[in-house]
């Protein structure tokens, strides 16, 4: 291969990387622009959020396009071809994310003028803190390219998942103190369920860079600890 032709194909992969990291940084102000407009109800801020998902999926698109145009012309093995993979991976799970804080910031628009208070809020906006730190630590994780990082992000996802469980149990508790909580809290399970779901995408993008690096994938069973399936609350009666 002549040495303008390895010059084009790096270009190439950078471009890929290039995007990945742009869609990380959209995908980040997603998340955290679509808790805040949950926290306060601001739906001029969650109307945001759905019209920059838009960009999030543009680029997705792009980034699957050019990853496939690598693979047709360039044919690359090994370390190369486990990078153009990688990034179609990562790009999907990124143009999720977005899809998932544009869900809640739907659910802003669903609750506005609805009465708030601000102990409902409490357990959505620091599960989403986590959620929001550990997406940033996976995506430093694959621009370095350190696996060691992306394998402790991995190991967290249970406690994204715990704090869901625990949350999960709180509303149900809200609701049955109140049924004027009910429609609320409600909306605020659909949105907790999908900050937990962001979480399993971060997990996805530390499999991914663990493979991109290693050339394996991680055998071990995600340490999950999701409970609300078999979660109840008890009613008193007094």
Not at 9 to 21: P, S
Not at 82 to 110: C, F, H, P, T, Y
């Amino acid at each position: 291969m002549s040495e303008h032709i390895v010059s084009r194909y790096d270009d190439e992969l950078k471009d890929v990387q290039r995007r990945i990291a742009e869609m990380g940084g959209i995908a980040e102000r997603l998340v955290d622009l679509s808790v805040t407009a949950l926290t306060r109800i601001d739906t001029v801020m969650a109307n945001t959020v759905i019209m920059e998902d838009r960009r999030l999926d543009e680029i997705q698109r792009q980034c699957e396009e050019e990853a496939i145009r690598i693979i047709a012309r360039r044919q690359p093995m090994a370390l190369d071809l486990r990078e153009v993979i990688g990034a179609m991976r990562i790009s999907n799970d990124l143009e999720r994310i977005g899809d998932l804080a544009k869900n809640n910031a739907k659910r802003v628009l669903a609750l506005d003028g609805q009465f708030q208070s601000k102990r409902f809020m409490t357990g959505v906006e620091h599960m989403a803190e986590l959620s929001l730190a550990q997406l940033k630590d996976v995506l430093d994780a694959y621009a370095t390219r350190d696996v060691h990082q992306a394998f402790e992000v991995w190991k967290r996802d249970a406690d994204i998942d715990s704090m869901y469980t625990s949350l999960f149990r709180e509303l149900l508790t809200y609701m049955m103190e109140d049924p004027r909580n009910i429609s609320l809290c409600t909306h605020l399970l659909f949105c907790a369920k999908n900050i937990e779901r962001i979480g399993d995408h971060t997990t996805n993008i530390a499999e991914t860079v663990h493979y991109v690096v290693t050339g394996e994938a991680l055998t071990q069973d995600r340490p999950k600890q999701d409970e609300s399936s078999v979660t109840t609350v008890t009613y008193a009666d007094n």
